[in-house]
């Protein structure tokens, strides 16, 4: 993280604090909250055959990454870079729509979605599942299990990443199975070969439902500062979803990831923890369509609905 603390640049923008560092953007709000993004058109290289950026009239931009199979994986931003849609579109010109976040709120300052705390019904083993005590069978039944509470709404892909109560309305699957060295977001490959169970899981739901999306988490234990911390979470989050692509086939586009620092400790503890060092997952597309089950794909040259 020296290296990146380095060449990280401050500048206010309204009383925000906007720090750059390379491949991240982390923002401050004048309550001293953060939080950060990240370009998740970088994981989609890993063996593609062609990627090309296009201007949208009007604003924006659409970036198209070919497989080696012909099929194109389209990310269309916004000005301010926030994405708007992902769409898989296989070589006979069917088109998935994965995520669309095109609607809802596009100022940073109304992505905080204020609920209750959900009520959880089920056995707390259940909603927050260790990894490496899980059956096979389980995780999969977690990675598509309904939400623990009725979904009132669809949510944009941001409110989701920064509202915790949002994202508690899902079952979760804690990867205790890699933890990280203190200050690192490299898993190494003892680690990474005990992540078969949940590539399985992941791969099996995506069959079912091309259009499943799932949330990877990173988190730090509570040492060093708070900015560190944000980006070396986020990093880690990054790491595990192109391990489950690059290593186990998982598609890049049915994964998004996204860093909270050492805000959800595992541990009450400031000391170092490796237990806090880690990486969740959860379903997140009953968020992202108001609960409402996604339907099958379309046929061969029917347009999906928009």
């Known amino acids: 993280?020296?290296?990146?603390r380095g060449q990280r640049r401050e500048v206010n923008e309204n009383g925000r604090i906007v720090i750059t560092e390379p491949g991240r953007i982390i923002v401050r709000d004048p309550s001293g909250q953060e939080f950060i993004r990240h370009n998740e058109v970088d994981r989609f290289r890993y063996g593609a055959r062609d990627i090309r950026t296009e201007q949208i009239r009007g604003g924006g931009t659409r970036t198209i990454v070919v497989r080696p199979?012909?099929?194109?994986?389209?990310?269309?931003?916004?000005?301010?870079g926030q994405l708007m849609r992902r769409i898989r579109r296989d070589r006979d010109g069917r088109e998935i729509i994965i995520i669309d976040n095109s609607y809802g709120p596009r100022d940073r300052a109304n992505?905080?979605?204020?609920?209750?705390?959900?009520v959880i019904r089920i056995p707390r083993d259940r909603y927050i599942v260790d990894y490496e005590d899980a059956s096979p069978e389980l995780i999969y039944e977690t990675l598509e299990a309904p939400p623990v509470e009725r979904i009132e709404r669809r949510y944009t892909m941001d409110e989701i990443r920064y509202s915790p109560a949002v994202r508690q309305r899902m079952?979760?699957?804690?990867?205790?199975?890699?933890n990280f060295d203190l200050g690192s977001w490299d898993i190494p490959p003892d680690q990474a070969a005990k992540l078969q169970a949940i590539a399985d899981?992941?791969?099996?739901?995506?069959?079912?439902?091309?259009?499943e999306?799932?949330?990877?988490?990173?988190?730090?234990?509570?040492?060093?500062?708070?900015t560190d911390n944000l980006s070396l979470s986020d990093r880690r989050a990054e790491a595990a979803a192109a391990l489950l692509t690059q290593q186990f086939g998982v598609p890049a586009e049915n994964l998004t990831s996204q860093g909270y620092g050492e805000q959800y400790l595992k541990i009450q503890t400031q000391a170092p923890e490796?237990?806090?060092?880690?990486?969740?997952?959860?379903?997140?597309?009953?968020?992202l369509n108001g609960g409402q089950a996604a339907l099958p794909p379309p046929p061969p040259g029917v347009a999906p609905p928009r």
Do not use: C, K, W
């Open 69 to 80: 199979d012909g099929t194109e994986i389209i990310n269309i931003t916004g000005d301010d």
């Open 111 to 118: 992505f905080y979605v204020d609920l209750p705390p959900p």
């Open 274 to 287: 490796r237990q806090n060092r880690r990486v969740t997952i959860r379903r997140i597309t009953p968020l």
């Open 171 to 178: 079952p979760s699957i804690d990867l205790n199975t890699i």
């Open 201 to 211: 899981g992941l791969n099996r739901a995506i069959q079912r439902n091309p259009r």
């Open 1 to 4: 993280m020296s290296d990146f």
């Open 213 to 226: 999306v799932f949330l990877i988490e990173g988190h730090t234990d509570a040492v060093g500062n708070d």
